[in-house]
């Protein structure tokens, strides 16, 4: 069956550095893979698609690459800030375009 | 107000009872869905719907149903309550142009359940 893994453990991070979380799966190959901000009690908001034919997106301070041989998603935020302390989930999609979600990463990000 | 509503947004009840829980939309999407947060679980896919005439089963869809009563509303019954059906639910939305460009979910604030 599909798994999709994210560090369980909490990233904690001092304040302008940069946080790298990870996102590995198996039994799977999917078209594209999102990322979504989760805060606490809210529901998640999306930020970032990268498609299986691209190695590497960028938004303001985020990036995000993709390496499909390594069955990998890796996801930046540089220059982080405390309001960037959120659970970061990752979510590939197949074909149906519909995302199967990993557990998500807690990021805390101190001043 | 917010884009998709869910409601009720908190809701406790006991075991054996029949709960709905409703989702509306204003985003105009057609693909709607229901999802399950566990901790230490993540989101799990219980139904989704393309469109007003078509209904699917997610991953854990078991002791669940829906109704897409309308293309903006989805609802999620749980006929016979048990408590491992105590989680917090959230809908979510698409449509067919977005998905096509950034497969972008829209969700809605969740509600809580707690079934003892």
């Known amino acids: 069956s599909q798994k999709i893994e994210q560090n369980s453990e909490a990233l904690n991070i001092q304040e302008g550095k940069t946080a790298t979380l990870t996102c590995n799966y198996t039994n799977y190959s999917p078209a594209y893979l999102q990322w979504y901000r989760q805060d606490p009690g809210r529901g998640p908001v999306f930020l970032l698609l990268i498609r299986e034919n691209e190695k590497e997106k960028r938004k303001e301070r985020l990036k995000v690459t993709f390496d499909t041989t390594l069955k990998q998603s890796l996801f930046h935020i540089t220059a982080s800030q405390p309001a960037d302390s959120a659970t970061y989930l990752c979510a590939p999609a197949g074909g149906s375009y519909i995302p199967t979600f990993g557990r998500g990463t807690s990021l805390i990000v101190h001043p | ?116």
């Open chain 2, 1 to 116: 107000d917010a884009d998709v509503t869910q409601t009720p947004r908190n809701r406790i009840t006991k075991t054996g009872k029949r709960i709905m829980l409703e989702c509306s939309q204003t985003k105009g999407h057609d693909r709607m869905y229901w999802y399950r947060q566990d901790p230490g679980l993540g989101l799990r896919l219980i139904y989704y719907s393309f469109d007003v005439k078509d209904i699917n089963k997610g991953e854990i869809s078991d002791g669940y149903s829906v109704s897409r009563q309308a293309q903006a509303k989805f609802s999620l019954s749980l006929e016979s309550a048990i408590p491992n059906q105590t989680a917090l639910y959230f809908c979510a939305t698409s449509d067919f142009q977005t998905t096509r460009n950034t497969g972008e979910l829209f969700f809605g604030e969740g509600s809580r359940l707690t079934v003892l």
